[in-house]
């Protein structure tokens, strides 16, 4: 096997989600995207969210596979959006400002602050912490399942789409509960109801690990 390999089965099953999460926010704070690049991508993501072939649709965001023409940094969304989407979709539940402008201004906020390795491999659940709270939004991050208030009715959470390897990659998304039970958003299983937000946040990937869950204080 590879060292490649070997390292990527390793990390999941003996790095700790905190220092996984520490790194993530570390490299979100000493690596700049120049404010150049910034406003390029600024330019070209109002005319791509603004034109008739926009990937922006009303309501939550699920389709992050079609955003690959949406600029993030050196990256694009479809690529590594997940934790913008994620921060959008709370802000659309809680029934705040909610339109393409909104999710331009996300994607500048991160750039500016919040994008791991210029954006290269997404945003530290810091990151999305850090915006939430900007946004007014009250939050608080728990690394155990067991953790999880079974009160929550909103929250992101952050997975290893594989326990097994790093090679499927981490994932993020937001949840939230209605008169049916909780609901995945911009995840394969985003069609699915589940009981409980642990059982959702276990049903997404092929055998998904948790790193961390942001829960959100729907009342404020």
Known sequence: MEIKQ???RWIPSHVSPRLVVFVYGVLDRLIYIKKSIRR??????????????????????ENQSEW?????????MAFSGCEIMAVYNVLYDLKKESK???????????EKSGASLKGVIGSSPLAIRRHLLKHGVKCRIVWKEENIDPNCELAIATVYNDRKTLYSQIHTITF??????????????????YPTLREAINGVGSDPKMICAILIDKNL
Do not use: C, Q
């Open 68 to 76: 690959k023409d949406v600029k993030f940094g050196r990256s694009t």
């Open 176 to 193: 939230t509960k209605d008169e049916n039970g909780f609901r995945p958003h911009n995840a394969r299983s985003r069609s699915k109801y």
């Open 100 to 110: 393409a402008g909104l999710i331009g201004d996300l994607i500048e906020e991160f």
């Open 6 to 8: 070997k390292i990527a």
């Open 40 to 61: 390029e991508n600024r330019i070209n993501n109002e005319k791509v969210l603004n034109s008739d072939s926009s990937p922006y649709k009303s309501g939550y965001i």
